[in-house]
């Protein structure tokens, strides 16, 4: 019966990684040692298990220690046009002698070190200027508060590529009139566009990437003006910076939502200090800080509402387009728009950990956590462009030496196939896609860990649900209350509420509120003990009272009274049975939960997806009969906690599972499962235990999550198949001497832009379940 912590549930709870608890099931001590925070209850029948405490283990401890002996630095990098980029910046700086741990993140442009001395920031600055690229200490940048170099650079920049294309037009109009004058300005041309890209090279070489698209273009460039082709040197070197450029563009698109979520924190905010209004920076605020907010304005920091209701407007967290309604006391995220009034808030997070800090570390998090088939490209790129400058130098002196052809034509068509070797297209096309694919996901609301997830998320073939809280809203409504044995019905509910005072389960919240609603006194009860796996009891007036689940009675029923049960739970209700003194049934107390409104459509859309979807649940089986009939949903009902591992792992060997829950207490399966994924509205836990998150309460958007994750594989496919393909052909025909070095230029920068463009398509991508009516949505 009980499926589930309140507790777990709370948005304003926060869970400390650092305090683990043991639970009978023994997939959760692997979840320990991964460092989740085990507060919820391993829970069944009629109510929580206590929790145990646990000491961490030994290899935890001393990774702790390591952590705490090292200094974390984070920089923003300016000048990275693409995932390779932030390859080159990592190769660089993991040389300097000092360094634990380096990471770029290509979405947010930042540079996370771990040092061993603090004083070895100097020389990671140094080495990552050395590289090419420029930083700023702020990591609060964004991409609309731009400083003034950062403008200028970006002039600069253009400028040059501007300055190359004027000079290679004017040269290109002298050649009829005045050859020898524009054959000295090619070369010119040629020189000084060509000055910064090999100095980038020679930077790169040092730092430990010696063969960088800088290398390869240098190389080619010069070849070309030694065989005397000047003008297609000076195309050729066109060529490539407008390629760069575009690649830019591409990058800063591709980015564009992970900065859009940056920028919806405001930069001010109105404190309420002694009863007036003072304008302070936001990040000033701390925890307790009383803030107002007027509307179509946006939340600073997450805070706690201080009025009686308002509405908000969340669609750029959650992507529910529907505002929804807030009452006294409920935690509201940082970035929400208030709609309808001026509001007043308890800041309740610290600088740098509301709602968006949580979100952009979890898409830095995961873009470090690489999809397979990106690794596997990563690794094929290491020892796939020296063996094609090997392969190309064969073709500059095989035919020469031992047939005795031109020099001038191989030397040529080496140089050729020397830039078509270049991987850029090919190493760009998974991390172009994926990280295309994680910022839609993150617009639309749904966090997924990493390049891994994403892939996994589009194999799965069977959806296993969690029923409270997650097919139904886990808001459980006391129902009936049937007295027996000559009790009155206050009678009953007085004393079953009194030995549930203090448990945190869903059903004796319910009911205990059901009891002060009313106006009944609860006495305190004594020698209160949680029967786990099947109810509570306790003293009251020194009358034991027990609550237990009808499946878990140690004495049988009357006909009548089984009679009633099936009854009930027909309808697909809970069902507890109340004993007086172990043996007399003193009377039934009935609770139901609410279906999510788009529960059937979100099962529906998974069915036309080839999804197959089963609820699991603690429930009786005549409840959950009653519950997924209306649905059309399989079940599996009176399992514990532990039963539900079992259950998903033998699902998992024989298919692509995932697990979906929305709190502490289905940790265990959903790390048995193939994936997990969390609901929960962003709630610390939920983000924290499973490889993926749903930061609303919209189940539809499980279908929308697949079907984002099988258009993502599509486009790497078709990103592979566009570079590998393209690279063949032109490899081909530069061999066979029918293109040249623009053509070979034109395949490497066509590649890499077509590649990146075909990605940037995901950041458009409709799900089937966009075509639901919002009426259809949770709220």
């Given at each position: 019966m009980c499926t589930k912590h309140q507790a777990c549930r709370s948005n304003k709870q926060v869970f400390n990684p650092g305090a683990p608890v043991t639970c009978s099931s023994p997939k959760i001590a692997s979840i320990q040692a991964e460092g989740v925070a085990q507060t919820g209850s391993c829970c069944s029948g009629g109510t929580c298990s206590a929790t145990v405490e646990a000491s961490a283990p030994d290899e935890e401890s001393e990774r702790r220690t390591l952590d705490r002996s090292v200094v974390t630095r984070n920089w923003l990098i300016e000048g990275m046009d693409c995932p390779s980029c932030a390859s080159k910046i990592e190769t660089a700086v993991a040389n300097i002698e000092g360094v634990v741990e380096t990471k770029v993140l290509f979405a947010t442009e930042k540079l996370v070190v771990k040092l061993k001395d603090a004083n070895i920031a100097e020389r990671v600055e140094s080495t990552v200027k050395k590289t090419g690229f420029s930083l700023k200490q702020s990591v609060k940048a964004s991409a609309t508060n731009k400083s003034p170099s950062s403008k200028l650079k970006q002039i600069i920049d253009n400028s040059h590529l501007i300055s190359v294309a004027l000079a290679v037009v004017v040269a290109a109009s002298l050649k009829p009139f005045y050859p020898l004058a524009s054959e000295w300005l090619f070369i010119f041309t040629c020189l000084i566009g060509l000055y910064p890209i090999g100095k980038k090279a020679i930077r790169l070489a040092i730092s430990g990437t010696p063969f960088s698209i800088e290398t390869l273009m240098s190389v080619a460039a010069l070849g070309a003006l030694y065989l005397g082709d000047t003008t297609e040197a000076a195309m050729v070197l066109l060529l490539f910076l407008i390629g760069e450029r575009l690649e830019a563009f591409a990058a800063s698109r591709a980015r564009s939502g992970v900065q859009a979520l940056m920028e919806l924190v405001p930069e001010t905010a109105t404190k309420i200090v002694n009863g007036e209004r003072v304008e302070v920076s936001a990040s000033d605020l701390q925890p307790g800080d009383v803030i107002e907010v007027a509307p179509g304005a946006r939340l600073p920091a997450d805070g706690n509402l201080q009025g009686v209701a308002a509405s908000f407007d969340e669609s750029a967290l959650t992507g529910e387009s529907i505002p929804v309604e807030r009452y006294q006391g409920d935690a509201v995220m940082a970035g929400s728009v208030v709609v309808d009034k001026v509001v007043r808030f308890v800041i309740t997070s610290e600088q740098g950990e509301n709602s968006i800090d949580r979100i952009l570390h979890l898409i830095e998090e995961a873009e470090s956590k690489k999809a397979p088939l990106e690794r596997f490209l990563d690794k094929f790129s290491r020892w796939y462009t020296p063996a094609m400058m090997l392969l190309a130098l064969a073709v500059v002196i095989v035919p020469p030496l031992m047939f005795n052809q031109p020099w001038?034509?191989?030397?040529?068509?080496?140089?050729?196939?020397?830039?078509?070797?270049?991987?850029?297209?090919?190493?760009?096309?998974?991390?172009?896609?994926?990280?295309?694919?994680?910022?839609?996901?993150?617009?639309?609301?749904?966090?997924?860990?990493?390049?891994?997830?994403?892939?996994?998320?589009?194999?799965?073939?069977?959806?296993?649900?969690?029923?409270?809280?997650?097919?139904?809203?886990?808001k459980p409504e006391v129902t009936n209350i049937i007295p027996l044995a000559e009790m009155e019905e206050g009678e009953l509910l007085q004393a079953i509420a009194s030995i549930e005072v203090g448990s945190s389960h869903p059903l004796a919240i319910s009911l205990v509120k059901k009891a002060q609603a009313l106006g009944i006194d609860l006495p305190e009860a004594a020698d209160k003990?949680?029967?786990?796996?099947?109810?509570?009891?306790?003293?009251?007036?020194?009358?034991?009272?027990?609550?237990?689940?009808?499946?878990?009675?140690?004495?049988?029923?009357?006909?009548?009274?089984?009679?009633?049960?099936?009854?009930?739970?027909?309808?697909?209700?809970?069902?507890?049975?109340?004993?007086?003194?172990?043996?007399?049934?003193?009377?039934?107390?009935?609770?139901?939960?609410?279906?999510?409104?788009?529960?059937?459509?979100?099962?529906?859309?998974?069915?036309?997806?080839?999804?197959?979807?089963?609820?699991?649940?603690?429930?009786?089986?005549?409840?959950?009969?009653?519950?997924?009939?209306?649905?059309?949903?399989?079940?599996?009902?009176?399992?514990?906690?532990?039963?539900?591992?079992?259950?998903?792992?033998q699902l998992s060997e024989q298919h692509q599972v995932a697990m979906v829950g929305d709190g502490i207490n289905d940790a265990p399966a959903m790390k048995a499962a193939s994936i997990g994924i969390a609901m929960g509205g962003g709630t610390d836990v939920a983000l924290e235990t499973a490889d993926s998150a749903i930061t609303h309460n919209r189940l539809v958007e499980l279908a929308g999550m697949i079907e984002l994750s099988r258009a993502t594989l599509a486009n790497v496919k078709q990103n592979i198949t566009l570079a590998i393909g393209t690279k063949a052909i032109f490899?081909?025909?530069?061999?066979?001497?029918?293109?040249?070095?623009?053509?070979?230029?034109?395949?490497?920068?066509?590649?890499?832009?077509?590649?990146?463009?075909?990605?940037?398509?995901?950041?458009?991508?409709k799900s089937k379940s966009d075509q639901i009516k919002p009426s259809q949505h949770s709220k």
């Open positions: 001038d034509t191989w030397i040529y068509r080496g140089l050729a196939m020397l830039l078509i070797a270049c991987p850029c297209a090919l190493v760009i096309s998974t991390p172009a896609a994926i990280t295309s694919g994680l910022a839609t996901a993150a617009r639309r609301g749904a966090l997924i860990k990493g390049g891994a997830a994403l892939e996994q998320l589009g194999k799965v073939e069977t959806i296993a649900f969690d029923k409270t809280g997650t097919l139904t809203k886990g003990q949680a029967l786990i796996g099947s109810g509570v009891t306790g003293l009251v007036d020194n009358v034991r009272f027990s609550a237990i689940a009808p499946s878990k009675l140690a004495i049988e029923l009357d006909a009548d009274v089984e009679a009633q049960v099936q009854q009930l739970e027909m309808e697909g209700k809970t069902v507890v049975v109340a004993l007086r003194n172990d043996t007399e049934v003193a009377g039934l107390i009935a609770w139901q939960d609410t279906l999510r409104e788009d529960a059937e459509q979100a099962v529906r859309t998974l069915k036309s997806l080839g999804v197959h979807s089963i609820m699991l649940t603690g429930d009786n089986p005549r409840s959950a009969q009653a519950m997924s009939s209306r649905i059309g949903i399989d079940f599996k009902a009176s399992l514990l906690p532990q039963d539900k591992v079992s259950y998903v792992e490899l081909v025909t530069s061999l066979l001497g029918l293109t040249g070095l623009w053509a070979a230029v034109l395949a490497d920068s066509g590649a890499t832009a077509l590649v990146t463009l075909n990605a940037l398509r995901l950041l458009r991508f």
